[in-house]
């Protein structure tokens, strides 16, 4: 396999177990470099566990993850996150206590102060999410849900990053609030942002997705393009075991 070709991410044989509970049963993934990858399945198939592994907040027992050619496996989350990927995880991770621009603070950790945070990369974020610059001085904890979410996707974004995994975007959030986020995205997409995404809402999900893997039980069940699973209902129903045509 020639270097142009190899994923920034490949998961090979991951095995996770939690306690006394086995949760990945040998996951194999890859998310190529500058694409958007859809991590879909049902409740309970692993999602979430995939991406905590691979940002060691749970250890793999067995198998490689191995991100722009080294192996994670064993390694700390902060170095993790110091090889270049941020995480949202499903409850945002955002300080309530704190101010906005203290909660962005936190993620530049190339700043001393607000107002050393990169002033381009600063106006990129608020062109994504004008919500952050409007609220800049309010306590995060006042936002609501979908502002919450817009301020940990900025936080993932407020330093240049590899990877981006974001553990279901669209959770809970009002139609209008999914498009902006949508267009986020997109314009993440264009920039030529390397995305894992965990994602319900399969109409969220085959508008961004490049490629997808549908995963059951602990392992990768299918893998392929977005488009090919958008075309094909059967295979819909077969993977996720309903009309996805029509889920909201």
């Known amino acids: 396999m020639s270097g142009a070709s190899e994923p920034l991410l490949q998961l090979s044989g991951v095995h996770t177990h939690i306690g006394a509970y086995h949760i990945l049963h040998g996951v194999d993934l890859d998310v190529p470099a500058g694409r958007t990858t859809l991590l879909l399945g049902r409740n309970g198939a692993g999602k979430t566990t995939t991406l905590r592994t691979i940002m ?47 909660n962005m603070l936190l993620a530049a950790r190339g700043a001393r102060t607000a107002a050393a945070i990169d002033a381009e990369r600063l106006r990129w974020v608020f062109d994504l999410f004008p919500a952050i610059r409007k609220f800049w001085n309010h306590p995060a904890g006042l936002l609501s849900g979908g502002q919450k979410q817009m301020l940990a996707v900025s936080r993932a974004i407020v330093e240049p990053r590899k ?15 999914i498009q902006n986020m949508l267009s986020a995205f997109r314009q993440l997409k264009t920039a030529g942002v390397t995305m894992l995404l965990v994602e319900q809402n399969f109409n969220f999900a085959r508008q961004l997705g490049d490629t997808v893997a549908v995963m059951d039980d602990g392992r990768v069940v299918h893998s392929g393009s977005m ?10 129903q077969r993977l996720l075991g309903l009309s996805l045509g029509a889920h909201h």
């Open 56 to 102: 060691g907040l749970w250890q793999a027992s067995a198998g490689s993850v191995r991100f722009d050619g080294r192996d994670l496996v064993g390694e700390h989350t902060p170095g993790i996150a110091q090889q270049g990927i941020a995480y949202v995880p499903e409850n945002m991770g955002i300080f309530s206590d704190l101010t906005v621009s203290e």
């Open 163 to 177: 990877l981006i995994l974001v553990d279901e975007p669209s959770k809970g959030l009002a139609p209008s609030i």
């Open 227 to 236: 488009a090919e699973l958008s075309d094909d209902e059967s295979l819909q």
